[in-house]
């Protein structure tokens, strides 16, 4: 058994996450659901970790589009960036929200054709495209649409889910949730509805009889968990990140240099004793230093 773990923009949960699906024995599969920017817009696809190098570029990813964040609607990472951190990660068009399906429900269809194929170079099999059953709107032709679109460009689709929540019963829940966050109210008749209580998590048993007439979709799953093998040596030793220090400086001697410019510029300006300030700061840098 394997299950997959993909929030948006976020690999915070990954440790415990790991930790719970050990322990259960069932295999988990790292991943994010990720915005992109290009040119015609942007659009969403999920990124899952086959081994260590993909989980750090996915994790550089994540950390890029925080930093560069210059939108409302949430962080986001540019087209190029995936370019050039592919390695080590599956690629996963998802249905509805993703710059093919888009273009397919637009009724682009060469354009979706060229999008896609633009795609299957640089990820090579490790491009997939998604289609879903939530019983939503567009869901259906966007399945119809993704799997012709597949079969004519020798590229594997993959049944989804789109989870947001745990049991059918909690979709209310759910809803509630997501009306406090958008500031509007549960009974609003003009509120958009982007969800159904058909996104809680199904068992392979209910996903067998959702897409009994596309057996391969289902097939395509269990090929992309056995890629999919990161694994975390955990408590056994600290991985600290290379910190860059100029050149003929340790590490201990650049972080006193550091302190003790900080500590004169926000000193500048007071009339205080300034040499018990510095040797305060002495002293702490000593205990920093001496536990490594």
């Given at each position: 058994?394997?299950?997959?773990?993909?929030?948006?923009?976020s690999?915070?949960?990954?440790?415990?996450?790991?930790q719970?699906?050990?322990?259960?024995g069932?295999?988990?599969?790292?991943?994010?659901s990720l915005?992109?920017t290009s040119?015609?817009?942007?659009?969403?696809?999920?990124?899952?970790?086959?081994?260590?190098?993909?989980?750090?570029?996915l994790?550089?990813?994540?950390?890029k589009?925080?930093?560069?964040q210059?939108?409302?609607?949430?962080?986001?990472?540019?087209?190029?960036?995936?370019?050039?951190?592919?390695?080590?990660?599956?690629m996963i068009?998802?249905?509805?929200?993703?710059?093919?399906?888009?273009?397919l429900?637009?009724?682009?269809?060469?354009?979706a054709?060229?999008?896609?194929?633009n795609?299957?170079p640089?990820?090579g099999?490790?491009?997939y495209m998604?289609?879903?059953?939530?019983?939503?709107?567009d869901?259906?032709?966007?399945?119809h649409?993704?799997?012709?679109?597949?079969?004519?460009?020798?590229?594997?689709?993959?049944?989804?889910?789109?989870v947001?929540?745990?049991?059918?019963?909690?979709?209310?829940a759910?809803?509630?949730?997501?009306?406090?966050?958008e500031?509007?109210?549960?009974d609003?008749?003009?509120?958009?509805r982007?969800f159904s209580?058909s996104q809680?998590l199904?068992s392979?048993?209910?996903?067998?009889?959702?897409?009994?007439d596309?057996p391969s979709?289902l097939k395509?799953t269990?090929?992309i968990s056995?890629?999919?093998?990161?694994?975390?040596e955990l408590?056994?030793?600290n991985y600290?990140?290379v910190?860059?220090t100029?050149?003929g400086?340790?590490?201990a001697q650049?972080?006193?240099?550091?302190?003790?410019?900080?500590?004169r510029?926000?000193?500048?300006?007071?009339?205080?004793?300034?040499?018990?300030y510095?040797?305060?700061?002495?002293?702490?840098?000593s205990v920093?230093?001496?536990?490594?």
């Amino acid at each position: 058994d394997s299950i997959a773990l993909t929030d948006d923009f976020s690999l915070f949960s990954a440790i415990k996450f790991y930790q719970k699906s050990i322990a259960l024995g069932v295999k988990p599969i790292f991943g994010a659901s990720l915005s992109l920017t290009s040119e015609s817009g942007r659009y969403d696809v999920i990124l899952l970790c086959q081994n260590h190098q993909g989980y750090l570029n996915l994790s550089e990813m994540i950390s890029k589009g925080f930093l560069n964040q210059q939108s409302f609607e949430g962080p986001t990472v540019n087209e190029q960036e995936l370019l050039s951190h592919n390695e080590g990660l599956i690629m996963i068009s998802k249905a509805i929200d993703s710059d093919i399906s888009q273009l397919l429900l637009a009724n682009k269809l060469k354009l979706a054709e060229k999008k896609a194929l633009n795609w299957k170079p640089i990820f090579g099999n490790r491009y997939y495209m998604a289609a879903q059953r939530t019983d939503r709107f567009d869901d259906e032709q966007q399945l119809h649409l993704t799997v012709d679109l597949g079969l004519a460009l020798d590229i594997p689709v993959v049944a989804t889910n789109d989870v947001q929540f745990l049991y059918k019963n909690d979709y209310q829940a759910h809803e509630a949730r997501i009306c406090i966050a958008e500031g509007v109210l549960l009974d609003d008749a003009l509120r958009l509805r982007r969800f159904s209580e058909s996104q809680f998590l199904k068992s392979a048993n209910e996903m067998d009889e959702l897409f009994v007439d596309f057996p391969s979709l289902l097939k395509n799953t269990v090929e992309i968990s056995k890629r999919c093998n990161l694994h975390f040596e955990l408590f056994k030793k600290n991985y600290l990140p290379v910190f860059p220090t100029p050149q003929g400086l340790s590490i201990a001697q650049y972080f006193k240099e550091e302190s003790e410019k900080g500590l004169r510029e926000r000193l500048k300006s007071l009339s205080v004793d300034k040499e018990l300030y510095f040797n305060r700061l002495d002293f702490e840098l000593s205990v920093i230093l001496e536990m490594n």
